[in-house]
């Protein structure tokens, strides 16, 4: 099995040079390339006899675009093809402040949550480094834009996959490669709280979003498996002391699912559990899946209860929707491929 060079920390990639017998400022010359070339054939900074050594235990990954969506207000949804058949999804977002990607960690999901697409038949593998890294590659390749912004919330739960999603948060970061500075990174868990806790110590300048969708543990179970595992105080204690350790403000999704968790007494539970300006409430309205019996609460609602929110001292937005014209929910068009080739 060969190793995609794409998936390697800098140090990684002066050490096996050195074992190569290369000096070590080789690594300047071959580190900013992989990140810019399709095949090591391109790297030209190195010599031939070098490239042809590198390339009998080493590549230049790349994805292939299966398909994708086009909205009217320039989101652009990916289906991209895995080297082992598989597929994942990344969404290319345009915002005032730049361009976001909103990348997957795995094929699949684990964590069962009710209202999405991405975890309808269960988790398959989780995605290497590189093959989450490439995705950004791929998405500036096909829009020809600058990708500015990451948000970690795409088919997958990062912090399911720990080890590879910190080394990319290594590699994206580093500046011979893509250069995206960690303050412009948001990582969404459901709430898997001994990773919360790894991730603290760490104290990475990321921002840590929480998909916590219910304040009351039944509601929650039912709507998040997860919670069953790490209940609402468990989760909830791990926040503030997530915060306390790395100083950072945590972001909480919130999915808003008609006649089920936007209730004036489910806002009230928030705003008991989430106090001291050290939270800020995502409200999100719930895509509609075709498998799922959810529904998106109404505009008014969803109002009433942002409002609700700040009246009451915590800072909460609507998240702005994009997107709505095609299919917007986390899985949607991977499952209809998965449908496809099973007909």
């Known amino acids: 099995m060969k190793t995609d060079l794409r998936g390697l920390t800098y140090t990684e990639i002066e050490n096996l040079l050195v074992d190569m017998g290369e000096a070590k400022f080789r690594a300047k010359q071959l580190y900013p390339a992989i990140f810019k070339v399709d095949s ?56 005032h402040h730049g361009n976001t990607l909103c990348v997957s960690s795995q094929v699949g999901c ?4 009710k209202f ?111 919670n069953k595992k790490y209940p609402l105080d ?19 999704e919130y999915a808003l699912i008609q006649g089920k968790n936007d209730t004036p007494e489910c806002a009230n539970e928030l705003v008991r559990l989430f106090k001291n300006g050290l939270f800020h409430i995502n409200l999100i309205p719930v895509n509609n899946v075709r498998e799922r019996d959810y529904k998106k609460t109404t505009s008014d609602a969803t ?7 700040n009246k009451r001292g915590l800072n909460a937005t609507v998240r702005r929707e994009l997107g709505a014209d095609i299919d917007a929910a986390c899985g949607q068009l991977r499952r209809k491929k998965q449908e496809n080739i099973s007909k």
């Open 40 to 95: 090591l054939d391109e790297v030209t900074t190195l010599s031939k006899d070098l490239r042809a050594r590198l390339s009998e235990n080493f590549y230049i990954g790349n994805l292939e675009t299966e398909s994708k969506q086009q909205s009217k207000d320039g989101t652009v949804k990916f289906l991209f093809k895995l080297h082992d058949g598989n597929f994942i999804e990344s969404v290319f977002m345009k915002y």
């Open 110 to 113: 684990l964590m069962g949550c």
């Open 116 to 226: 999405c697409a991405s975890t309808i038949g269960g988790k398959v593998r989780d995605l290497s480094s590189a093959e989450i890294m490439e995705q950004i590659i791929a998405a500036q390749r096909d829009t020809g834009e600058r990708v500015s912004n990451i948000v970690m919330m795409g088919i997958g739960e990062p912090l399911d996959n720990f080890s590879n999603v910190m080394k990319f948060l290594e590699i994206v970061n580093h500046p011979d490669t893509l250069n995206i500075g960690l303050r412009h990174i948001s990582l969404s868990t459901c709430g898997i709280v001994p990773k919360i806790y790894e991730l603290a110590e760490r104290n990475l300048p990321i921002t840590l979003s929480v998909s916590l969708h219910a304040p009351f543990n039944d509601m929650r179970s039912n709507i998040m498996p997860v």
């Open 234 to 252: 468990t989760l909830v204690t791990a926040m503030y002391d997530y915060i306390k350790k790395t100083n950072r403000r945590i972001s909480i």
């Open 303 to 309: 109002k009433d209860f942002c409002e609700r929110l």
